[in-house]
C-alpha cells in the first residue's frame, strides 16, 4: 500500500460547481497534512494546512479524519483558474520530510 | 515576501559537464530542500538542510553534490549526469524542521541532459 493515495482524476465539473478530493494515509503517527496545487509545469504552492479540527479559507474546506486516516479537500464555486493539480502531502512522524500523493487532475470547463 | 528563488530557470548541460543550480530565500527560514520531479510524477526528497548542515540525503547519486554556503543560500553542483536525470528540480524553505513547518516551492530549474 502507498503511503499516501489520491485518485489522480482528472475530475472534469463544470463551473460553479462543488467537487470534492480524498486522499488517504498509511502511517497512523501521520502527524503534519497539506493540501498544495501544481500547476502544469509550475511548482507546487502550498493551497492550506489540515488541522484536526478542519479549517476553511474561502472557498476552500479541508477536513482531516484521524480515525479513517483521510483527508479531504472541498471546493465550493469552482472557477477556470481552479484548474490544476491537487497534490495531498503528508508527514509520517515527525521531522520535516514531505510524502506527497501522486496528485488528482481538477479541470473545470465552461 | 514568501519567496524562494532559483536560477537558471531552464538548462541543458552534456554529460561531462559541470553546472551548478542555486537557490536563495530571504524568509528567514531555516531549513532547505532540494526535491526532484519527472512528468506527471509527484516531487521526490533529494537533500535536507537543516540550519546550514546537512540532515537528509535520500541516497542521491555522488554525481549529485549539495552546498549550503550560508542560511539564505543552498546550490545543487552537477557533475557527470546521465539522461535519465533530466527533470524539474525544485528547492523549498521552511522556517525549522518541525512537522507543521510549511514549505514553500520555488519555481524550479528544468534541467535537460543529453
Known amino acids: 500500500r502507498k503511503e499516501v493515495e489520491q485518485d489522480p482524476g482528472p475530475f472534469n465539473v463544470p463551473e460553479g460547481a462543488t467537487v470534492a478530493f480524498n486522499c488517504t494515509y498509511s502511517?497512523?503517527?501521520?502527524?503534519?497534512f497539506f493540501w498544495y496545487r501544481q500547476d502544469c509545469r509550475k511548482e507546487p504552492k502550498l493551497l492550506m494546512s489540515?488541522?484536526?479540527s478542519g479549517n476553511e479559507d474561502g472557498r476552500f474546506t479541508a477536513q482531516l479524519n484521524r480515525a479513517s486516516q483521510y483527508i479531504s479537500l472541498l471546493i465550493r464555486d469552482s472557477k477556470l483558474s481552479d484548474s490544476a493539480t491537487y497534490l495531498c502531502?503528508?508527514?509520517?512522524?515527525?521531522?520535516?520530510?514531505?510524502?506527497f500523493g501522486t496528485g488528482t487532475q481538477l479541470k473545470v470547463e465552461l | 515576501d514568501t519567496e524562494v528563488t532559483q536560477t537558471p530557470k531552464h538548462l541543458v548541460m552534456g554529460m561531462t559537464n559541470k553546472k551548478s543550480l542555486k537557490c536563495e530565500q530571504h524568509?528567514?527560514?531555516?531549513?532547505m530542500y532540494w526535491y526532484k520531479q519527472k512528468a506527471k510524477k509527484p516531487p521526490e526528497l533529494m537533500f535536507v538542510y537543516s540550519y546550514e548542515k546537512l540532515s537528509i540525503n535520500e541516497s542521491v547519486p555522488s554525481r549529485f553534490s549539495p552546498e549550503c554556503p550560508n542560511s539564505s543560500l543552498l546550490n545543487l553542483h552537477l557533475h557527470a549526469l546521465q539522461p535519465e536525470d533530466s527533470a524539474l528540480y525544485l528547492c523549498?524553505?521552511?522556517?525549522?524542521?518541525?512537522?507543521?513547518?510549511?514549505?514553500?516551492f520555488g519555481p524550479g530549474t528544468r534541467l535537460t541532459v543529453l
Open positions: 523549498a524553505s521552511s522556517q525549522g524542521q518541525d512537522s507543521y513547518n510549511e514549505q514553500f
Open positions: 489540515v488541522y484536526s
Open positions: 524568509m528567514g527560514h531555516r531549513a
Open positions: 502511517n497512523s503517527a501521520s502527524q503534519s
Open positions: 502531502v503528508v508527514i509520517p512522524g515527525g521531522g520535516n520530510k514531505l510524502t
